[in-house]
């Protein structure tokens, strides 16, 4: 969910500026773990436990329009490890009730780790998850992913479209 269906790095970006009166560009992600991309180390473990901040994620440009063309021909799971950080379960529910309404309580599952969880494919941002993908592993380009090339890569929910669209021909050609 977090870095795919919502903008979390523009999330942390517009709440160090207005915290700390500096305005600091994506560029800060490349390559290094969310935590250590602040010069405040402790910026993102303080927003993270702070009530409202996952209810108030922007959404990812595309992610509606292209979740709901996605749900025309496959059935939508969204998988979100919210265990970690407690106030994030219900406000992540209430998120995606307003965002997302098409898609069902019951195929919403919260979870500490996600390599128990088996789809035909995984859009995720961290290789932690991809990693034990027991589909198709998706990675959705991310700061802090920048140097993995281990896993097929998208930058944007046009191309998560585009990609389904292949894949859906490739099924096709094999039936």
């Not at 969204?78 to 898609?103: G, Y």
């Not at 195929?107 to 034990?132: P, Q």
């Not at 140097?147 to 929910?157: E, L």
Request: aromatic share 14%; hydrophobic share 40%.
């Amino acid at each position: 969910m977090d870095g795919v269906l919502a903008d979390i790095e523009s999330h942390w970006l517009n709440l160090y500026e207005k915290d700390y009166g500096v305005r600091l560009g994506p560029e800060i992600f490349l390559n290094v773990k969310e935590s250590d991309a602040f010069p405040d180390k402790t910026a993102v473990h303080k927003y993270v436990f702070t009530p409202g901040f996952f209810r108030t994620l922007p959404v990812m440009e595309g992610a509606i329009e292209a979740v709901k063309k996605l749900a025309e021909d496959y059935e939508i799971y969204i998988v979100s490890a919210a265990m970690e950080f407690p106030l994030s379960l219900f406000e992540k529910r209430e998120w995606l009730a307003e965002h997302f309404p098409f898609i069902d309580w019951k195929n919403i599952i919260f979870c500490g780790d996600k390599s128990v969880i088996a789809t035909d494919y995984l859009i995720d941002d961290h290789c932690k998850n991809l990693d034990y993908c027991k589909g198709t592993p998706i990675m959705f380009t991310a700061g802090h992913n920048a140097s993995f090339d281990h896993h097929v890569r998208v930058n944007s929910w046009s191309e998560v479209l585009s990609l389904m669209e292949k894949e859906q021909e490739k099924q096709c050609a094999l039936s």
